[in-house]
C-alpha cells in the first residue's frame, strides 16, 4: 500500500493574514507515477469534514464563509497495482478576518454608542462600517460612533462591519441595543 504522510503541514492560515492555505508533504519517496489527490473540508459541529466543493487542488483561497472556521486537506494517492493510501491534517482554524466588540452605551436618546474590530483585519484591507435601525441602513451613519436620535427611540440598533482585502468580503454585525 502507499503511505501517504500523516504529517501534513498547513501554513499562510493561522499565522498570517494570508486567505491561502498550502500543503507541504514530502512525496520523493513515492515512485513517480503516483496520482495524488487532494479534498479540502470544513469541520462539521459533529466533528466529520464536510468536502468544499471545488476545493481539490494541493493550495486552496479559502473561502469568506471559513473565517474562523475548522478546516483540513486529506490526500489520497493511488497506484496502479498497490492499495490507496489517504491522510487528512489536523484541523485548523482559518483565521477569522474581523471581530466586533460588543456595542457600548446606553440606548438613550442623545448617547452615543461605539463598537471597534477586535481582530486586526489583514494587512492593506480596508474596514467600512454601517450602523442599522432594524434592518434600515441608517443614511450617514458610517463610523465606529453614533449618536442615537429620536427616530431610533424602540428600535435595535447595531453596527455592521465589512472588512475587503485581495477581492473578497467578510461583513460582521455586532450586538444589537433598543433605543430608548
Known sequence: ALTVPQQ?????????????????????????NAQVAYQWQEKLPD????????????????????????????IKAALTGWSPGVACSPWITARPWI?????????????????????????????KYQWYRGATAISGATAKTYTVKAADAGFYLLLKATVTAGGLSLSQNSNSIKAS
Open 99 to 127: 471581530t466586533l466588540a460588543q456595542i457600548s452605551g446606553t440606548g438613550r436618546v442623545g448617547s452615543v454608542l461605539s463598537s471597534v474590530v477586535t481582530t486586526a483585519p489583514p494587512t492593506g484591507a480596508t474596514v
Open 8 to 32: 501534513v503541514l498547513l501554513a499562510g492560515v493561522t499565522a498570517s493574514n494570508s486567505a491561502t492555505a498550502w500543503v507541504l508533504a514530502d512525496w520523493s519517496h513515492w515512485p513517480g
Open 47 to 74: 466533528g466529520w469534514g464536510l468536502d468544499i466543493p471545488g476545493a481539490t487542488g494541493q493550495g486552496y483561497k479559502l473561502a469568506v464563509r471559513l473565517g474562523g472556521q475548522q478546516v483540513r486537506v486529506c
